[in-house]
């Protein structure tokens, strides 16, 4: 991002550290007592395969002790996010394609290594949490955090609480908006981000058009200059962007809607075309505003933190719901 604002402060606490561990870059930041987060630190993530989960313990465990040396103060606890399908509350890895492992019990390995209590949580609802409590939902009761990036994911909170749904709920991105239309990584076809996802918007234009772009930022600003490939394929991916969001927000009713992801940092050029579309859409209840992100890419980060902090004090903590 050209732009970014500075991370949160999460209010007077116990000090902790916060990671979120993406399929290249794990990135781990300190919270110190006033709630003051450190500037973020990114390590490479362990290659996919068998092996990957023991080594994000180990590293994860390594950056627990060079934080703490940052910090001046020992951590009280750790916070995880890790991507793929998470059960926070049983410390699960499910699964996650890019890192490749399966039903992975991050509570048993970690208490290998530390001697502090590890909360794990999910990447994108982490986000959800950070944006929800501290960003651009703040005091929303319900509310949709939409990343499109890579792939479409959702994180979904209702009446205050973050909806887990079994480690699935929000996969929006694997929702069908184009029956028989383009192949998905999920094998489907049709699925909301093999159309408009960052990478379908690339992927798609380079197709069509014959030639290659650096993202998609680059198809929006040629279809901003009437390049007639680029319009083609922006308008659909907004239309199925809008169609998927239609469906969510009439079921769910949400405050407002923010917009996360790579693709959010194209700002009006995205949001005021979807909620236009969104307007024509939804005719019988509430069109909530669209509104983005302010965490950016280190919402996960700051969701990480949150995470940790409400395991030490689950009273005030904000819910999950299975
Ligand atoms: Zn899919």
């Known amino acids: ?28 930041s300190g919270v110190g007592p006033t709630g003051a987060m450190t500037a973020p630190r990114r390590v490479p993530s362990p290659p996919p395969g068998p092996g990957s989960a023991d080594e994000v313990v180990r590293i994860a465990t390594d950056l627990v002790r060079e934080e ?32 490749e492992w399966h039903d992975v019990d991050f509570r048993a390995a970690f208490a290998q290594t530390l001697d502090i209590p590890v909360a794990v949580a999910h990447d994108v609802r982490a986000a959800g ?19 499109i990036g890579t792939g479409i994911a959702t994180s979904v909170q209702v009446d205050g609480r973050l909806h887990v749904g079994r ?14 239309g383009e192949p998905c990584v999920c094998g489907n076809r049709g699925c909301l981000e093999a159309t408009a996802s960052a990478g379908a918007i690339r992927r798609r234009y380079e197709r069509d058009a014959g030639t290659q772009v650096d993202g998609a930022k680059e198809v929006l600003a040629l279809a901003a200059a009437g390049d007639p490939v680029a319009v083609a ?18 079921l769910l009713v949400p405050d407002v809607v923010v917009i996360a992801g790579g693709l959010s940092e194209a700002g009006d050029a995205l949001l005021v075309p979807l909620a236009e579309r969104l307007e024509r859409l939804v005719r019988y209840g509430p069109v909530p505003p669209l509104v983005r992100a302010h965490l950016g890419e280190d919402a996960g980060l ?15 903590a904000a819910q999950t719901s299975r």
């Open 167 to 180: 480690g699935y709920a929000g996969e929006i991105g694997h929702a069908v908006v184009e029956p028989g």
């Open 233 to 250: 394929v922006r308008d659909s991916a907004f239309d199925a962007l809008a169609l998927g969001l239609s469906h969510a927000v009439t």
């Open 68 to 99: 703490s040396e940052r910090l001046g103060v020992s951590p009280a606890g750790l916070g995880i996010a890790l991507p793929g399908v998470v059960v926070e509350d049983q410390a699960l890895g499910v699964y996650s394609e890019n890192l």
């Open 129 to 147: 949490a950070a944006e929800t409590r501290l960003g651009a939902a703040q005091g929303a009761s319900t509310a949709l955090v939409l990343a």
């Open 302 to 316: 700051v969701g990480a933190a949150l995470a940790a902090r409400d395991a030490l004090a689950p009273t005030g």
């Open 1 to 28: 991002m050209t732009q970014r604002d500075a991370l949160p402060s999460l209010g007077d606490g116990l000090p902790v550290v916060a990671i979120d561990v993406g399929g290249t870059t794990m990135k781990v």
